[in-house]
């Protein structure tokens, strides 16, 4: 089993910035593409960046220009840097990973961390 564990969250106040990162723990495995997903109050967990196994990042037009995305495979850890934080920004932020074992493919999703953009 592989897990997941986000870190960086926390309050901060509109246009501040967090630096986010999951990193991956087990044995015998290799991480493929990687995304970040959030969920705010009362809202349905949405995308919001996707990184490639060779590093080439998207991200959904709302953080566009804001976030940035990138990963350190040697270290099995993505990163979100998070800029020009805005009130709609506030959610728990979750990372998941395509994770494969030999020939075999599953997916992981870290516990979430809280992000909170409030004055």
Known sequence: ???LVESGGGLVQPGGSLRLSCAASGSMFSINAMGWFRQAPGKQRELVA???SGGTAYYVESVKGRFTNSRDNAKNTVYL????????DTAVYYCNAGIQRGPLLSDAWGQGTLVT???
Do not use: C, Y
């Open 50 to 52: 996707t990184i490639t």
């Open 81 to 88: 840097q998070m800029n020009r934080l805005k009130l709609e």
């Open 117 to 119: 953009v409030s004055s």
């Open 1 to 3: 089993q592989v897990q």
